[in-house]
């Protein structure tokens, strides 16, 4: 090709046992990157700017879907919603003789399983401004492993405690934290918590530590506490706090 042009990508709704639509209406998308439609499963994306390789601009396209994916999961509370990369159309803005467009096929399954089916009748709006940063990235990880069993409660919130502070010197990494990622100081404190000296020998972080269990209340809040800080972290706002009162309550 003289002049290569992306003209779009296309993922597809993977298909599981989890959650089914029906008849949902078309959903049509608009970013500051790209056009696109969600019909029948298929979701097109389609450049806004020129793109000469698929390479160029799938990063961008794989970090929207992904946003979507984490977001329904955050608000749904399980991996129910994901989509697989079908393609890419390319076409030639100076073709010679012969064929100007190219389909290029790449699949890659996304899909996680999971247990309980729903039905619904509309697609899951995507999140506005979904940043898939590193901390957000990690952070994901461990939750989604927690919601696969592969984590225990306690130790994937320490462990998203620890990235958090992990880059801060050690006196005073907390509180430093807490305002680097503008997280209210009260929330890590009790994150630290619940997740170092609470629960039983079995869930606790720290066996040895292990005194009291996380009553039910506890336990909720701190699978909200994870929850809330990737979404806060994916769309902060300039000035954007993350409160205790932005939680469920602890008792």
Request: with cysteine; glycine share 6%.
């Amino acid at each position: 090709m003289k002049d290569p042009h992306v003209v779009s990508l296309t993922y597809t709704i993977v298909d599981n046992d989890v959650l089914t639509f029906k008849d949902p209406p078309d959903f049509e998308i608009e970013t500051a990157e790209f056009h696109g439609l969600l019909s029948n499963g298929i979701l097109t994306l389609e450049p806004k700017n020129h793109y000469s390789s698929v390479a160029q601009i799938r990063p961008l396209a794989d970090d929207y879907v992904r946003g979507w994916e984490i977001d329904r999961a955050l608000r749904s509370g399980s991996l129910e919603f994901n989509f697989r990369f079908e393609g890419a159309q390319i076409v030639d803005r100076q073709p010679g003789p012969g064929k100007a467009f190219v389909d290029i096929l790449d699949v890659m399954t996304l899909v996680d399983s999971v247990d309980v089916k729903k039905s619904s009748t509309a697609y899951p709006a995507p999140p506005d401004n979904f940043q898939i940063t590193t901390e957000v990235e990690v952070l994901w990880k461990h939750y989604s492993r927690f919601l696969k069993g592969g984590e225990l409660l306690q130790s994937m919130a320490y462990s998203c405690l620890d990235l958090l502070e992990g880059r801060f010197a050690e006196r005073g990494k907390r509180r430093r934290a807490a305002n680097h990622y503008g997280i209210d100081f009260d929330v890590l404190k009790n994150l630290g918590e619940l997740t170092s000296n609470r629960g039983d020998p079995v869930t606790a972080r720290k066996p040895s530590k292990a005194r009291i269990p996380l009553s039910a209340s506890e336990s909720r809040w701190v699978k909200e506490a994870i929850k809330a800080i990737i979404k806060h972290l994916a769309t902060r706002q300039p000035g954007q706090i993350l409160k205790m009162s932005d939680l469920p309550p602890l008792t």
